[in-house]
């Protein structure tokens, strides 16, 4: 079965220092993979996606994410936490085959937070 | 690209009134629109697939009589909760997938209904 696993319910960051937010996906077949940000009471926007493209993904807002096969990871990083990232991040795969082919699996979220 | 709105953003309703949803993809058609919820703190839990043109595909337990899905034109779904009670309270998010895409989905904003 295809599933994703966000390792942290929650991150804590000071402004100007690096964010890393993992997630771990299990998959038999060449995963689609992607970000999405929520802020508070708003829909989601996708921040980046892999598509069995290059390993290392560029998004929006200063954000990126590495596909590594080996560790079944794909983490999303930022150089430097700005108070305006503070939102729930969502790790998301595509699930592949079956009756509900394309339909997306969620991880259950982390919540970054950024300290002045 | 790629806008999904819905309306209305938020909704107060009495117990045992039905309350309506729209979701319109505004600059592209969508032949198919999904329906989430998602409850407080938690992830996004996928309720229906809409097809344009046909019966929606509900998940496992979600009463299809009580959460009307209809997907009538290309650019619009509603979804319709009918008989609403307070354990109907949640905040509603649909999104529509890209034609030829692969796969991803855009949200909309959110609907946050709240049924005394």
């Known amino acids: 079965a295809q599933s994703v696993t966000q390792l942290d319910s929650h991150v804590s960051v000071s402004e100007g220092t690096p964010v890393l937010l993992r997630c771990n996906y299990s998959?038999?077949?060449?995963?689609?993979l992607f970000w999405y940000v929520q802020h508070p009471n708003k829909g989601l926007q996708l921040l980046l996606k892999?598509?069995?493209?290059?390993?290392l993904v560029k998004g929006i807002n200063g954000f990126e994410a590495e596909f590594k096969k080996s560790e079944t990871s794909f983490h999303l990083t930022k150089p430097s936490a700005h108070m305006s990232d503070a939102a729930e991040y969502f790790c998301?795969?595509?699930?592949?085959?079956?009756?509900?082919?394309?339909?997306?699996?969620f991880g259950k979220g982390t919540k970054l937070s950024v300290k002045p | 690209g790629a806008v999904v709105s819905q309306h209305p953003s938020w909704v107060i309703c009495k117990s045992g009134t039905s309350v309506k949803i729209e979701c319109r993809s505004l600059?592209?058609?969508?032949?198919?629109m999904f329906w989430y919820r998602q409850f407080p703190k938690q992830s996004l839990m996928l309720m229906a697939t809409s097809n344009e043109g046909s019966k929606a595909t509900y998940e496992q337990g979600v009463e299809k009589d009580k959460f009307l899905i209809n997907h009538a034109s290309l650019t619009l779904s509603t979804l319709t909760v009918t008989s609403a009670h307070p354990e109907d309270s949640s905040f509603y998010i649909c999104?529509?997938?890209?034609?030829?895409?692969?796969?991803?989905?855009?949200f909309g904003p959110g609907t946050r209904l709240t049924v005394t």
């Open positions: 998959s038999s077949y060449s995963p689609s």
């Open positions: 999104s529509a997938r890209v034609p030829g895409g692969l796969y991803e989905q855009y």
């Open positions: 998301v795969v595509i699930l592949a085959y079956g009756g509900s082919q394309g339909n997306l699996i």
């Open positions: 892999y598509t069995s493209a290059a390993t």
């Open positions: 600059d592209f058609q969508a032949t198919t």
